[in-house]
């Protein structure tokens, strides 16, 4: 049986962007009614092909920061310290839940792969939280597979009421609230210089490429709800997500997934990598398509991305099952098409999802090869911790499922601080100019979409 690809999976629940606009739209202003309607503390919004589920308010909860994991259930605290694999900590954690059923949602950081990939002193110090899940009281699920029905799971009959009152005051077809201006193309940060820096470490043979990153600061605070609508309806993601969990929160549009175990323990992983722009009309499009395919630059980044996702597949992966599928197709994402593959396997008895997860994060397409020397450079060269940046955003179950969607092309806000940020890959051939540009035609993804949260001086008028 020939595995689909991700085209083909697209055409099959009908993603057409076209025809779908009202569909899209009616949705993402459920999703606006719900998220501002302050029903909720902590919520995830997590759309896969048109298909919507809001994870939201927390029954249990697993932190895990760089030296201790805290348990939460029924408003009991367990804090444990930890050491080793940051995996094992989540899995045994999960597994000691009450609860002999559950879902969890939330967030890995990059700094998670520290503890993984990373000599101890080589690694940042401080204790960052890695990761961030939780078990949600409450589930509403909208999108393609439900038709017009809203389905919501747990809550008690008061919260279901106000949520039916939420979904009453949805108003599709209005035009997103204006976007505000953020300029991309300063290169505020030294990035050029910092590439220019990576581009002697690889050409010295210190590793074979790493993904370095700019930070964008925005000067306002964002409305991250209306962001998201205006972004996701001029983007094309592989999975896209609102969050707001623990005082972290961001909007964003993911390109590829880290990995996914299914409920048949196939295990798949979707390297990106490649870049070029689009959106500049169907004869710059098409020729900067046929610049990508024939770019040696680009074909051997991602060849050697392909290479890398493969092996860590295979090294979780039953003997002889892991395959390279859909292999070099271009998949365009928003402002951007990337050369793209999946790679698949099916997962050995004796592990868990949790060990699938280990094997690939961090996404090679976010990190270098090899990996270990890639993030000790993106340790010393990165202008600071990236947090969510390049992590995942997770869902997972007790049935042994997991997602791990890739947080790129995204905006972040915490702590009244609002930024974006993007990367391009340094390998031997790269330029300063070119991957400096690469950032730019990746924030073009979200910059343009930034909903400005109005202040109470606004208000008022």
């Known amino acids: 049986m020939t595995t689909p690809t991700v085209e083909e999976l697209d055409a099959a629940v009908g993603l057409d962007p076209s025809t779908d606009a009202d569909l899209l ?9 719900l998220t501002e309607a302050g029903l ?11 298909n919507w589920v809001i994870a939201a308010d927390i029954a249990g909860s697993v932190v895990l920061t760089t030296r201790t994991v805290t348990t939460t259930w029924d408003g009991e605290h367990s804090v444990t310290p930890w050491s080793g694999d940051p995996a094992e900590a989540l899995q045994r954690a999960f597994a000691a839940l009450p609860a002999p059923q559950w879902n969890a949602v939330g967030w890995v950081g990059f700094e998670f792969s520290a503890h993984t990939q990373v000599a ?3 690694r940042r110090h401080g204790d960052t939280t890695l990761a961030h899940l939780f078990v949600p ?8 597979s439900t038709g017009d029905d809203v389905l919501v799971t747990g809550g008690t009959a008061a919260e279901k ?6 979904l009453q005051r949805v108003r599709p077809s209005q035009p997103p609230p204006q976007a505000s201006t953020v300029d991309i193309s300063t290169d505020t940060d030294h990035y050029r210089a910092r590439a220019c820096a990576a581009i002697d470490e690889v050409r010295r043979g210190e590793y074979a490429k790493v993904i370095l990153s700019r930070t964008v600061p925005i000067p306002f605070e964002v409305d991250l709800p209306h ?9 094309t993601p592989a999975r896209s997500f609102l969050l707001d969990i623990g005082g ?5 549009f993911s390109p590829e997934l880290v990995v996914a175990v299914d409920e048949q323990r196939m295990v798949s992983a979707e390297p990106l990598a490649g870049t070029r722009a689009f959106g500049q009309g169907p004869e710059q499009d098409a020729a900067a398509r046929r610049d990508l395919e024939q770019d040696p630059k680009e074909l051997a980044e991602h060849a050697v991305s392909v290479r890398t996702a493969f092996r860590e597949v295979a090294s979780v992966a039953s003997h002889g099952s892991a395959a390279v599928t859909d292999f070099m197709s271009v998949r365009e994402r928003g402002s951007v098409q990337h050369l793209a593959s999946t790679v698949r396997g099916r997962l050995r008895d004796e592990l868990s999802s949790w060990d699938a997860f280990a094997a690939v994060f961090p996404a090679v397409t976010a990190s270098g090869i090899p990996k270990r020397e890639s993030i000790e450079a993106i340790t010393r060269l990165d202008d600071d911790e990236r947090g969510l940046y390049s992590g995942a955003v997770v869902r997972t179950s007790s049935d042994g499922t997991l997602e791990a969607a890739l947080v790129l092309r995204a905006v972040y806000q915490q702590q009244g601080r609002a930024w974006l940020r993007a990367g391009a890959g ?4 790269s330029t300063p100019e070119r991957e400096f540009d690469e950032t730019c035609e990746k924030l073009a993804s979200v910059a343009p979409y930034l909903v400005r949260r109005p202040s109470n001086h606004d208000t008022e008028k």
């Open 25 to 33: 739209d009616r949705d993402l202003t459920r999703v606006i009614a």
């Open 40 to 50: 909720f503390d902590d919520y995830l919004v997590y759309e896969n092909r048109g």
């Open 120 to 122: 101890p002193d080589a």
């Open 137 to 144: 009281r409450i589930e509403i699920r909208f999108g393609r």
């Open 161 to 166: 009421t106000a949520i039916a009152a939420a």
């Open 227 to 235: 962001t998201y609508r205006a972004g996701r309806l001029a983007n």
């Open 248 to 252: 972290v929160a961001a909007a964003g």
């Open 426 to 429: 340094i390998v031997a051939q």
